[in-house]
């Protein structure tokens, strides 16, 4: 084999591998896709394996597009939607934020500060926006569904609010439309993370519509195909497709049998009097619900009864302005990062929260988290 024969072979036949395999491994899938479809702005999270979770590249990317769009004489609306088929958007990237939070990198402010600034941009949005979210949704994906006009739901929907078991609080404008759910829903689940599915999710009040899940594409297809459509119009067809999902119709709402309940129960005027409430009561719903509030940060309890009962009377920027001086309070405690530990790095689901029970959470504390951050507070 003379020289020349093997360099002639390398550049022939090696190489051509070599840079394949390159292209292979440098090829990474964009984490969201933005695109026109017809006069639809299109919104796709694309981080399937991780079921979507939001990060601070993928804020960066929604948010100019979404003002962007606002503005465009050639867009009529705007629909988010996901891939994957599991998760719509499964919450934030809590373990970055972690990771940034003990270390004091600036991601822990920035990425609640753009976070809740998408959120207002979503519930300001002068153009329909239609959120489609078949799959699992909860803390961070819900504020990228909750505050816009049209929130579809499947019988793959799975929505929840789960922070106080992390050491957090239902943020992302949680403060704002959960007090605004009918009686005392909202603040129950807001403090138990109890979690909704399917047809439940629009019975709740938290989502516009229910479309059965093969029925989606179709309904993608519809919308996207409407020349110049008004929110009538968007109005209209979603209203079909849900006339045509009977699934699950003929079943009550879970929590019909207890709003009743859960109105006497949690409309006591401090956590400490709903777990009174609660322990009085005896039934099994009551013990069911005092469990899960025991094993929940009593700081984040403490927080999220106050931020509710603040937030039912607020803006919705006015809601975000607080939740962001909230975020950055439990930035500086400790139970959020236990809370990470024990839940989603450990996995022991035993945290070791600091107070250790709502008594002693003190007000002066609680009060110190409802307060302005200065120039570091969130203008919207």
Known sequence: LTLSSLISFLRTRILPIVSILRQMSTHVEPEVLLEKVGRAGVITMNRPKVLNALNLTMIRQIYPQLKKWETDNDTDFVIIKAAGGKAFCAGGDIRAVTEAGKVGDPLAQDFFREEYILNNAIGTCRKPYIALIDGITMGGGVGLSVHGRFRVATEKTLFAMPETAIGLFPDVGGGYFLPRLRGRLGLFLALTGFRLKGRDVQRAGVATHFVESKKIPDLEKELVDLKSPSAEDVTRVLDTYQNKSSLDSDKPFVLDKHMSDIDRLFSASSVEGIMQ?????????????????????????????????????????????????????????????????AVLVDKDQNPKWNPSTVEEVSDESLEHCFSSLGERDLTL
């Not at 619900?289 to 984040?300: D, F, G, V």
Request: proline fraction near 2%; include cysteine; hydrophobic fraction near 35%.
């Open 277 to 341: 409430n609660l322990k009085a009561d005896g039934s099994e719903f009551a013990k069911k619900q005092a469990e899960t509030l025991s094993k929940m940060s009593p700081t984040s309890l403490k927080i999220t009864y106050k931020q509710l009962q603040a937030g039912a009377s607020m803006s919705l920027q006015d809601v975000l302005v607080m939740e962001y001086r909230l975020s950055q309070a439990c930035m500086r405690g400790c139970d959020f990062y236990e809370g990470v530990r």
